[in-house]
């Protein structure tokens, strides 16, 4: 009886699940949809790709919206189980409040780790091919910033020409071994710099130990300099800026490179956030099981669910600013953007616990 009963909560728990995740997937199709549609409108496009762009991007929303979504599911499927007496037959066989609860959020927990390791990498997959075309399409191309294995790579346009910048890492406002390369229009070189050491904390950059080949007609000329400046459109803070978004970085890629994410010049305090923001997700699927068994199983008797729905708007918008406050505290540097992922998760844990024994006593 007890593998029946189990199997029931497995299967009708995922049903739920599964239904709310299409559910929020559509309403995510829809919503994007224009939004592409409104990008496109004005470029030489058909209208698939628009279709197929929001279908890759909505997933990584639904990853993020993962908590509240395994939230609406546990009060959908116990609300069901109460209001149809199986949560009262249940407890004929055995069955707790806890148990009950518990072998919930322990499905909750494993599919937050099967989400990381399985369908991560996926939808990070998804969202590059995202980016990669849409940045095809985009008109503000001119400049272009990229990190990759092989430093920091930058195409600025200048007042006659343009050039093109790279250097072997970016860190703490300082660029190393930067070889900057000015062309015209016509993209005749003009002249070739080379740093071993630039501050770019403003946009005025201050380079050290500066080599500066001029290209005349043909003719190479070498000057040496201790010092010399160049202005430039980005300074450290936006091109650190420009990486912040890690949507296209999956759990694993993170776990795995993490160092050499940094030695890339990618920004410490934000591998960091991101990184503690997935680790901490299965957690918070738990934590969000408990918040609907606490307002779902304190009685056995029937009601009006449209008083749960609205109970449970109210706690998913309450959380959702618990963790914008907490993130905006981290990102202005009152406390730590790592401790900030994590003082939701363990704030509301312990609000849950406490709620979690008393329906256990009913």
């Not at 600025?156 to 062309?183: H, Q, T, W």
Request: hydrophobic share 50%; charged share 20%.
């Amino acid at each position: 009886m007890n593998r029946v009963l189990f199997n029931y909560l497995f299967t009708g728990y995922l049903k739920k699940i599964s239904v709310v995740i299409f559910i929020a997937y559509c309403f995510g199709l829809i919503l994007n949809l224009f939004e592409e549609i409104e990008f496109f409108k004005n470029l030489d496009s058909s209208i698939l790709t628009p279709l197929s762009l929001t279908a890759l991007y909505v997933p990584n929303i639904i990853i993020k919206l993962l908590p509240f979504i395994i939230f609406i599911s546990s009060m959908w499927f116990l609300l069901d189980l109460r209001n149809s007496t199986d949560m009262l037959t249940m407890k004929v066989f055995g069955y707790s409040n806890f148990k009950i609860f518990f072998i919930l959020a322990l499905m909750s927990f494993v599919f937050g780790w099967i989400v990381l390791f399985a369908f991560n990498p996926i939808t990070s997959t998804m969202m590059k091919y995202y980016e990669q075309t849409k940045s095809k399409f985009s008109r503000d191309i001119d400049h272009l910033v990229s990190i990759n294995k092989n430093g920091l790579w930058i195409k600025e346009n200048i007042n006659d020409g343009y050039r093109i910048i790279s250097a072997d890492e970016a860190r703490n406002n300082i660029i190393k071994n930067v070889v900057i390369f000015n062309l015209d229009k016509n993209n005749n070189l003009i002249n070739k710099i080379y740093s071993k050491e630039a501050d770019i904390s403003k946009n005025k950059w201050d380079l050290k130990d500066v080599v500066i080949n001029k290209f005349e007609k043909g003719i190479s000329g070498e000057n040496y300099l201790e010092e010399h400046s160049i202005l430039s459109k980005y300074n450290y803070e936006k091109i650190t800026s420009l990486f912040k978004n890690f949507d296209t970085m999956s759990f694993l890629e993170l776990l795995l490179n993490y160092d050499d994410l940094l030695r890339q010049g990618y920004n410490k305090l934000y591998l960091d956030q991101n990184l503690n923001s997935m680790l901490s997700m299965p957690f918070f699927l738990f934590i969000m099981t408990a918040l609907a068994s606490i307002l779902t199983m304190n009685t056995l008797k029937k009601s009006n669910n449209f008083a749960f729905i609205i109970a449970g708007l109210i706690a998913c918008v309450a959380i959702y600013y618990f963790k914008d406050l907490s993130l905006a505290l981290g990102q202005t540097n009152r406390i730590s953007l790592s401790l900030a992922v994590w003082i939701p998760v363990v704030a509301i844990g312990l609000f849950s616990s406490i709620g979690v024994l008393q329906i256990n006593e009913k």
